[in-house]
């Protein structure tokens, strides 16, 4: 794990329950934005530019990975 990412405030999407969706996102430096499962703090995370992050929220808010 990157300094960037060991020192980050990791919180749990609003989204995540008591199942198996545990998702966990920090804000990081120069707008970049890291998402990591909850369940396994340690593994790899992905981290999203500010633009990719906009792109991937506003996608949700319309609905487009729903099933």
Known sequence: MTMELAGAHWFKSSRSGAGKECVEVAFL?????GVRDSKNPDGPALVFGDGEWASFTADIGKGAFDE
């Open 29 to 33: 430096p120069g707008g970049r934005v």
